[in-house]
């Protein structure tokens, strides 16, 4: 058993002034399955880098094993499988591959397919494969799911399950709890790690910010009572002192010394209930520290004249001659949430696209209400670059409402300065969900939304679909998500 100590880690991005890590230190075991999450843009795909040299820094990183990045560089796609195997782990014994490519599902005639021919399914799980036929690594794994449908995901999460030494990044709550023994969690000040699942981090975070939230108010409530208290204590004192060359009601002297002597013990008291005041903002100080917004966010449908908003009958799509779905049935009315499941390559992004008025080749009848708005999300985030201001304009919507969106879904502000081709892959898909929430529809069409989307954005999400019921079709593979959210399911073969 070894461990990888950080200490005091210390690092920013060349030209930037905003560090991703400050002081950091933790300690991690070679032998834990450790779950990474945190919001999206605090640095967990930068630390996996850090932890590979990638980056200068200040601190120590002291590791006694070396490290592998999943996913791998894939330089020669068009090679076969075989061979870009081979040129990421060279001279690796074949067996020691087919035993991950069973343990996975992937059948041998893989590996003699061009690897750009393979489904993105497909090449998720044989590169996770060859993370594990090399031996003394410790695996670094950033989002394996991004790819995977429902199926897939139970699969590789029974298989991460199986095996140890590695760090997972990964927003998929359930996946999370199928593989990992340990959370490492970037919060808002600090860096954690505890034992345990998704789920229980998760229970005891939740506790934490519900004590923390309870202990916040009972002294902010002390504050201003010992506040008051200390006002009237310390104006007592003062008029007493004031008295001392007064008189009595007969006009004797007054006795100076008696006064005095209450009025120190006045003064004692202020000072001591001004030191309690003082003890509990302190102490206030300290709370509060981790505990995320997540502010309630808002969207508003257009309500359409019919119920009846699109109709499928047995619909066909092709690319080219070959057929992506077959004799699809579906009705959306106002008010569904209808969920598009299926096994990768099964034709849902197709599906949606022809539902958004895409023009694909099909056979049979879709029908569209012609004055129907759709707002439509798409899994590409390639696109976005430039300004913010610049994007919203360009799409015409509220940039003010948009930025406060975004504020909603953990942006900083400094965010907003920045190009959008910099964003984490999550800060870009919330831009896309972002841009959907402004735009006036009547259908909202959804192309798996919540790849790279961390756990408490997608959370904010749902909540915001369950109190509004806006009408929607959407591919997601998060089955916490798709269990909440969804009304019905189409389900494509």
């Not at 490492?184 to 975070?205: A, R, V």
Request: proline share 3%.
């Amino acid at each position: 058993m070894t461990a990888i100590q950080v200490s005091n880690l210390t690092f920013a991005y060349p030209g930037s002034y905003d560090p991703i890590f400050e002081g950091v230190s933790f300690q991690i075991d070679t032998d834990w399955k450790l779950g990474f999450t945190g919001r999206n843009g605090r640095g967990k795909t930068t630390f996996l880098h850090l932890l590979q040299g990638k980056y200068e820094y200040s601190g120590t990183i002291s590791a006694p094993v070396a490290f592998d990045y999943f996913p791998f560089p894939v330089e020669h796609p068009d090679h076969l499988t075989v061979d870009v195997l081979e040129e990421i782990v060279p001279g690796y014994e074949h067996w020691k591959l087919m035993r991950e490519l069973n343990l996975l599902k992937v059948s041998e005639d893989v590996l003699y397919r061009p690897f750009e021919s393979l489904s993105q399914g497909e090449q998720t799980k044989v590169l996770l494969a060859a993370l594990f036929i090399q031996d003394n690594r410790f695996l670094l794994i950033d989002e394996p799911t991004n790819h995977l449908d429902l199926h897939a995901r139970k699969l590789v999460g029974d298989y991460l399950n199986s095996k140890r030494g590695f760090i997972l990044i990964s927003h998929d709550r359930a996946f999370l709890d199928r593989c990992v023994d340990h959370i490492l969690s970037i919060n808002k000040t600090n860096i954690e790690i505890q034992k345990g699942t998704f789920s229980s981090w998760w229970t005891n975070k939740t506790r934490q910010d519900t004590f923390e939230m309870a202990q916040n108010e009972k002294l902010q409530k002390d504050i201003q009572r010992l506040s008051a208290s200390s006002q009237r204590t310390s104006g007592w004192s003062h008029e007493i002192e004031k008295s001392k060359n007064g008189t009595r009601n007969s006009g004797s002297k007054l006795d100076k010394g008696y006064v005095g002597h209450k009025a120190a013990k006045m003064m004692k008291r202020a000072k001591s209930i001004e030191q309690r005041q003082h003890a509990a903002v302190e102490e206030k100080s300290k709370l509060l520290k981790n505990i995320e917004q997540a502010e309630s966010l808002a969207i508003t449908q257009l309500a359409y004249p019919k119920s009846e908003l699109a109709v499928l009958d047995d619909v066909t799509i092709y690319y080219g001659e070959k057929a992506v779905c077959r004799n699809v049935r579906l009705t959306v009315e106002q008010g569904d949430r209808i969920a598009i499941s299926g096994p990768n390559g099964s034709g849902k992004s197709s599906l949606l696209r022809l539902l958004g008025g895409e023009g694909l080749e099909y056979t049979g009848t879709l029908r569209r209400e012609p004055q129907l708005r759709i707002s439509y999300v798409s899994q590409d985030t390639s696109h976005l670059r430039g300004s913010l201001s610049d994007y919203a304009a360009e799409h015409g919507i509220d940039e003010s409402l948009f930025k406060t969106i975004l504020r909603k879904l953990d942006f900083a502000r400094i965010q907003f300065e920045k190009d959008m081709a910099s964003f984490s892959g999550g800060q870009k898909k919330k831009v896309l969900i972002a841009r959907s929430l402004c735009e006036e529809a009547h259908l909202h069409i959804w192309d798996e939304p919540l790849n790279f989307v961390d756990v408490i954005s997608r959370m904010q999400i749902e909540e915001l679909l369950l109190a509004y019921a806006p009408t929607i079709v959407f591919v997601e593979h998060d089955r916490e998500f798709h269990e909440r959210v969804a009304t019905k399911t189409i389900e494509l073969g």
